[in-house]
């Protein structure tokens, strides 16, 4: 089987979306199959030499040119590379995908992450549509898409061949107790919440530190507000960091407290290193951490409750680490592989369906 993954770039920047494909590019490629990425590029491609995965550059904008370009582009791409399936994790990947298939005999699937997003309905032009949760597969049904179509295949990162093995990683020396969230800096993933809920708690509990890891286009209106706190030395903006799991080994809470949140594959990252966990009981959320089983659910954007939640912890010792343990029962279906096999039955389902309408 060829398989042409679609992405806007493959860069090292911590986005889930990239970061997925990434490691189902890899699995893909370790197992045999003829793998090739079509992106903009980034750091990832050291990475798909490493694992003979074949990169083409393209760049897509909305622009009319950069489009009429991205066309050219993928037409070559796909009469030089002759792929079974191209999987587009991008609303422009499908249509390129979908407009340009001509007489090609690959079939079309696309991944939805970020449904919540007005265009993600058009991800379902595809022959098939995998749902990275159950939440989302009935949001995207809720919109339209077949049933017949969609797919639930949930994200995993365990066993990641672009991350550091855990049992291999060095913790850093974080003030403790620790409380860290990795996540984008933006405000559907709930940060101003967590600051404030920190600061309801920070007298109570002197020796917590806050720490955000992570970039986005509003960590300056963060950090501004971060400033105002007469606790403002104990809240640390660290940035994008290449090696998260160095922060996840040293927490003691970490917090997740999207207000959106299709899967939250930081959430696996977190249950492997054995954080005890805190989030929001929306979305994709409640499946990653089990029903609650293995993390704490608290309404999103409530910042009484998420403050109470974090003094218990903090002030529990005996069930902090009761949920830390909790974290990391029932993990094998984290794991990356069976992300890979299960992507693999919806890959078969799509060719074979294909085969039928080509003999008919």
């Not at 590029?41 to 489009?67: A, T």
């Not at 037409?75 to 991008?90: C, D, G, L, W, Y």
């Not at 902090?320 to 069976?338: C, I, M, S």
Request: charge should be positive; charged fraction near 20%; hydrophobic fraction near 40%.
């Amino acid at each position: 089987m060829r398989i042409l993954h679609i992405l806007n770039h493959a860069q090292n920047i911590g986005n889930g979306i990239v970061n997925a494909a990434i490691d189902l590019a890899c699995a893909q490629a370790q197992a045999g199959f003829e793998v090739a990425i079509a992106s903009a590029g980034g750091e990832y491609e050291c990475l798909m030499k490493q694992f003979q995965i074949q990169h083409f550059p393209l760049k897509v904008s909305r622009s009319p040119i950069e489009v009429l370009n991205a066309t050219k582009k993928f037409r070559k791409i796909t009469q030089e590379f002759s792929p079974n399936i191209v999987h587009a994790h991008m609303m422009t990947g499908v249509i390129l995908g979908k407009a340009l298939r001509g007489n090609a005999d690959y079939a079309l699937v696309s991944t939805v992450h970020n449904e919540w997003q007005f265009h993600a309905v058009l991800m379902g032009v595809a022959d098939r549509v995998i749902a990275v949760s159950q939440a989302v597969a009935r949001s995207m049904q809720h919109r339209g898409i077949p049933v017949r179509k969609l797919h639930v295949v949930p994200n995993g990162t365990i066993g990641s061949l672009r991350q550091t093995p855990l049992d291999r990683v060095k913790p850093l020396l974080l003030e403790r107790p620790a409380i860290t969230t990795i996540a984008g800096l933006y405000h559907r993933k709930g940060i101003e919440d967590l600051l404030e809920a920190f600061v309801q708690i920070a007298d109570e509990h002197p020796t917590a530190h806050l720490y955000l890891v992570g970039n986005g286009p509003q960590r300056a209106a963060f950090e501004r507000r971060a400033r105002k706190s007469p606790h403002r030395k104990r809240i640390h903006f660290e940035g994008f960091q290449a090696e998260p799991q160095r922060y996840l080994l040293a927490t003691d809470v970490f917090v997740l407290a999207s207000r959106r949140e299709p899967f939250g594959l930081v959430l696996s990252e977190a249950r492997e290193a054995g954080c005890a966990i805190v989030a929001s009981n929306v979305d994709g959320i409640p499946e990653v951490l089990d029903g609650g089983s293995a993390g704490k659910l608290i309404p999103p954007k409530d910042i009484t409750v998420l403050s109470k939640t974090l003094s218990g912890l903090l002030t529990r010792r005996d069930e902090l680490e009761d949920w830390k343990q909790r974290a990391q029962t029932n993990l094998d279906w984290l794991r990356v592989e069976r992300v890979h096999q299960e992507t693999l039955g919806v890959y078969q389902s799509a060719i074979a369906e294909l085969t039928r309408t080509v003999c008919a």
